[in-house]
């Protein structure tokens, strides 16, 4: 098994696909941003300095980040393929983790490109409501991902609560940054022949088929060569 990476705009589904490769390929779902928010809580030099930048809403420095990283491929539970969710996001940091891939003696994988429409990405956004204790999240624009009754969770009755930056302002600036940051990493990874498009436009269970035949088929490749 190989690893795995997404490249997808804000609300494109990502975080639900990788969580249902991770589950059925049973590999780690590597999250930098959880990385740091968990070094944030230590009382140390660098987990103080995380904690106050991510605080001020700032970018922890590049070579930090890169060191965490390789510091969380180390570990043996990546042996056998991981997904990496946050990184890379421009194309130096895509040059850099082949870099890292090289020292920690893992091989660059699968990218799948979540191809889906501006319009409904905005929909999801404005619609998209969170529980307040559980952190289920519902969208108020989909049929199929409202709450039963308004502003109130099903599973656990906690209110829900929608994002500040969840708005359209905030949308249009995070999708420009998004196409202006990926289209060179897009371009990077297809001349690597790695990059797969996918239909994001799709129901959650096709994408999901769709990348787990791409997996499956290459993998049977692999194993023929």
Known sequence: MKSIMFIAPPAAGKGTQAEIIANKYNIPHIST????REIAKENTEIGNYIYET???????????????IENR?????CKNGYIIDGFPRN????????????KVDL????????????????????GRRICENCNTTYNINEEHEMPRIE????????????????????FEARYKN???????????YEEKNILYHINGNASVEKIAQEIDSIISKEGKKNDND
Do not use: P
């Open 33 to 36: 941003g959880n990385i740091l």
């Open 54 to 68: 991510m605080s001020n809403g700032d970018l922890v420095k590049d070579e930090i980040t890169y060191k965490l």
């Open 73 to 77: 491929l180390s570990l043996k539970d």
């Open 91 to 102: 194309l130096e940091q895509a040059i850099k983790y082949d870099e890292i891939l090289k």
């Open 107 to 126: 091989e660059l994988g699968y990218v799948f490109a979540l191809n889906i429409d501006k319009k409904e990405l905005e929909k999801r956004v404005i």
């Open 151 to 170: 502003s109130i969770c099903d599973i656990c009755g906690g209110n829900l609560y929608q994002r500040k930056d969840d708005n359209l302002d905030a």
């Open 178 to 188: 998004y196409l202006e940051q990926t289209t060179d990493i897009i371009k990077y």
